[in-house]
């Protein structure tokens, strides 16, 4: 069946603009989870969705990041004006329930800002 | 709180000789364990993972990883490395409900293989 997709796949884009990834998880997992990889850096924890549930934003780093999951299907993470430091990889993974299954990343998107 | 600490970021092995990478975590509850590999430009995929059954677990590629609550460690190893095994090589802890649900990643180990 068709895994995590992610897209853009690569984003480049101006320092202070907005950008919108987005990620669409394996039909049916209820967990979907957004992290952040910078070059040579382990994952960073970003944001989780479990079902209807309130999300968890405690790994957002800023008020700048925020994310949305709608229908309990496709997720969005929004970055408003960015800013150099912002420039990473951003990974998304589902899960078919908690922490008890393995998560399925998709391929990444990588944003570059300038 | 759960951790977990990856002891080597780089690991140099030659193709054929065996490979080690090290994981220890700390966990409050009974944890699941992961491991992760990820190729260049790549997504994560999965290895292993250990869930409380048997404590000797065998991954895709000949890759297995044994649980040591007693050592609170959980390596990865692979009698005879490929090539195709450079990548960067990620261990992670989950806790049941009750505890932490959120996912922690060691910071990874790079496998180099030498022809």
């Known amino acids: 069946g068709a895994g995590v997709s992610q897209s853009p796949s690569n984003k480049v884009t101006e320092k202070g603009k907005d950008v919108e990834l987005r990620c669409d998880p394996i039909?049916?997992?209820?967990?979907l989870y957004w992290y952040r990889q910078s070059l040579g850096q382990g994952l960073e924890f970003l944001i989780y969705?479990?079902?209807?549930?309130?999300?968890?934003k405690s790994g957002l780093p800023s008020d700048r990041f925020s994310a949305e999951r709608t229908g309990g299907s496709v997720s969005t993470l929004t970055i408003q004006r960015t800013q150099q430091e912002d420039s990473a990889v951003y990974l998304c993974?589902?899960?078919?329930?908690?922490?008890?299954?393995?998560?399925?990343f998709g391929p990444g998107t990588r944003l570059t800002v300038t | 709180a759960q951790s977990v600490t990856q002891l080597d970021s780089h690991v140099s092995v030659s193709e054929g000789t065996p490979v080690l990478l090290r994981c220890n975590y700390s966990s409050s509850y009974s944890p699941s364990l992961f491991w992760y590999v990820q190729h260049p430009n790549k997504g994560l995929q999965l290895l292993l993972k250990y869930t409380s059954a048997a404590t000797l677990v065998k991954g895709i590629n000949g890759f297995e990883a044994e649980f040591k609550k007693s050592e609170t460690s959980f390596h990865l190893t692979k009698p005879s490395a490929h090539m195709s095994d450079a990548a960067e090589y990620f261990c992670?802890?989950?806790?049941?409900?009750?505890?932490?649900?959120?996912?922690?990643f060691g910071r990874g180990t790079s496998l180099i293989v030498h022809p």
């Open positions: 993974a589902s899960s078919p329930r908690d922490t008890d299954y393995e998560q399925y």
């Open positions: 039909s049916g997992h209820t967990a």
């Open positions: 992670v802890v989950s806790e049941p409900p009750g505890g932490s649900y959120i996912p922690t």
């Open positions: 969705f479990q079902g209807n549930s309130a999300p968890d």
